[in-house]
């Protein structure tokens, strides 16, 4: 995605803290590795964070499971700072201190905060400059504030706040307070520099807490000012599983409501999963109970029926997929009718108005136009040439326990049923297989080929040995 600098004189840097292990959410995984609408919640606030700044501006914080952590986004291009001992927020920044010092200003973004909008972060930003503040930090008003730092607003002047307060270190007449703080700030960096080391660990959390500079600048006569997001929901942050499902949900609603908004039909879409990158053209029907993963595209006029996963697949126009199919990282052409209960692996390229039905599985197989292949079959490391029939039970028998074949099947092809096409093995254009063959050499083009056993037909027998005392058989 091309970055549309925000327009400032000022540079920007954006610093992700994202070095925490999650202990409340008992998993092995680093926190900011758990996913969300499919993609780690780091994901989702790089992807943000890149729409406000290059990627070269882009740092994230990571100290547990770091290499795993800085693997799982490399490809973004951000760069990365160690905090290989995690004492706080506000030691994550200290870390960060030499990257930081060229830049007028620094987003803080929270690794742990992943709905955070590009429109709210533009709106912070300019309420930043406007209020030329050395500390604004992203507020918000949830139903239930507990466990987030509050804000104390300071009761004269509109927009300032006098401290941060944690929720372990709320005195009684402080309870009350519901304003709470997202974990999103942008500084100006010469006073934070000024004060970083000025934060400590002696508090109710026992670690060095950026929060706290809220307090610090404004005892040094700087500045501090709060906006409240527009919806609460891009601030929440995830600390256990239960809130980790409940951004999904969040997530994956408002995905479905994106595509309905642009004229996709989702019945019953509570019951859908749909991964945040899917598109879906107009006039598309999804039925209930569908997953579309990862970078899904499914064309227009489409019909997805129930209960079918499809996984980074592209789907062209007027494709009807029945029930209870499983697509992963294939192509399926406009027209073409798949299911129910096919299996199309890794590799598998359906062509135009083609027919993949029951109970039969693709891998690495290219289908052309027209091509059927309608009841249990397996097709793998093949090609099918257009309108050739594969007939029922047909098998490519791909694999000598050593190595993978490829079975080539020309076009106009009839593959009769039972047939198994043992690779590497070729059917040219216009060729003939009779039912319950064993192919293991070229067909040419236009002949038949019958590889089976010849039928023996004894007259009576039947008849006779069920007339025969079953001792004496
Ligand atoms: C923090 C804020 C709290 C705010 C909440 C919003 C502090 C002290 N408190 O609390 O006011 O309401 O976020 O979600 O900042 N991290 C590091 N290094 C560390 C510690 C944490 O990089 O040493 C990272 C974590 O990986 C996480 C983020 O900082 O992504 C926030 O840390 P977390 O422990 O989740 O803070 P909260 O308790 O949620
Ligand atoms: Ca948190």
Redesign the pocket.
């Given at each position: 995605m091309e970055a549309t600098k925000l327009e400032s004189p000022s540079t920007l840097a954006v610093v992700?803290?994202?070095?925490?292990?999650?202990t409340r959410l008992k998993s092995r995984r680093p926190?900011?590795l758990h996913e969300i609408g499919g993609k780690p919640?780091l994901a989702h606030v790089i992807a943000a964070a890149g729409r406000v700044a290059k990627p070269e501006d882009i740092y994230a914080?990571?100290?547990?499971q770091a290499d795993r952590v800085k693997a799982a986004v490399a490809a973004t291009g951000i760069r990365f700072i160690d905090?290989p001992?995690?004492?706080?927020?506000?030691?994550?920044i200290q870390c960060a201190r030499e990257a930081i010092a060229a830049y007028e200003n620094i987003l803080v973004l929270?690794?742990?905060?992943p709905l955070i909008r590009p429109e709210t972060i533009e709106s912070l930003w300019q309420f930043h400059l406007s209020q030329q503040a050395a500390m604004t930090i992203l507020t918000a008003v949830p139903d239930d504030p507990t466990?987030?730092?509050?804000i104390v607003r300071n009761a004269i002047e509109t927009f300032e706040v006098d401290a941060?307060i944690?929720?372990k270190s709320l005195m009684s007449d402080q309870q009350d307070l519901n304003e709470?703080?997202?974990?999103i700030y942008v500084f100006r960096t010469a006073p934070l520099l000024a004060h970083l080391d000025q934060l400590h660990d002696r508090n109710a959390?026992n670690?060095?807490?950026?929060?706290d500079m809220a307090g610090l600048l404004r005892s040094a006569g700087e500045r501090v000012v709060a906006i409240q997001a527009a919806e609460t929901t891009e601030?929440?942050?995830v600390?256990t599983i239960a809130e980790l499902v409940a951004l999904d949900a969040t997530l994956r609603a408002s995905t479905a409501s994106r595509l309905m908004a642009a004229g996709v039909t989702i019945f019953r879409p509570e019951t859908c999963v749909i991964d945040a990158d899917v598109q879906v053209e107009p006039d598309t029907v999804i039925e209930p109970f569908v997953q579309l993963l990862s970078n899904t595209r499914i064309g227009s006029d489409c019909l997805i029926r129930s209960y079918s996963v499809i996984e980074n697949c592209t789907l062209g126009n007027g494709v009807l997929l029945r029930q209870s199919c499983i697509l992963t990282d294939s192509i399926v052409a406009d027209g073409a009718k798949i299911g129910p209960f096919a299996h199309l692996r890794p590799g598998s390229d359906i062509g135009k108005d083609a027919h993949v039905g029951n109970f039969v599985e693709t891998k690495k197989a290219k289908l052309g136009a027209g091509a059927k292949a309608n009841h249990l079959t397996y097709l793998g490391d093949a090609e099918v040439g257009e309108g050739s029939n594969i007939g029922a039970g047909v098998i490519t028998c791909n694999y000598d326990g050593v190595n993978k074949h490829m079975t080539k099947i020309g076009s106009g092809v009839f593959v009769g049923s039972d047939s198994t096409l043992v690779a590497p093995v070729t059917l040219e254009d216009g060729s003939y297989i009779g039912a319950g063959s064993c192919i293991t050499k070229t067909v040419p083009a236009g002949s038949l080929a019958v590889g089976r056993s010849r039928q023996i037909t004894k007259e009576g027998w039947a008849t006779a040995r069920k007339a025969t005392p079953k001792s004496k058989q």
């Open positions: 992700i803290m994202a070095a925490g292990k999650g926190k900011v919640l914080v990571v100290g547990h905090q001992e995690q004492r706080g927020t506000g030691h994550a929270s690794g742990d905060v466990g987030y730092g509050r941060i944690e929720q709470v703080n997202s974990g959390n670690e060095i807490i950026l929060t601030v929440l942050g600390n």
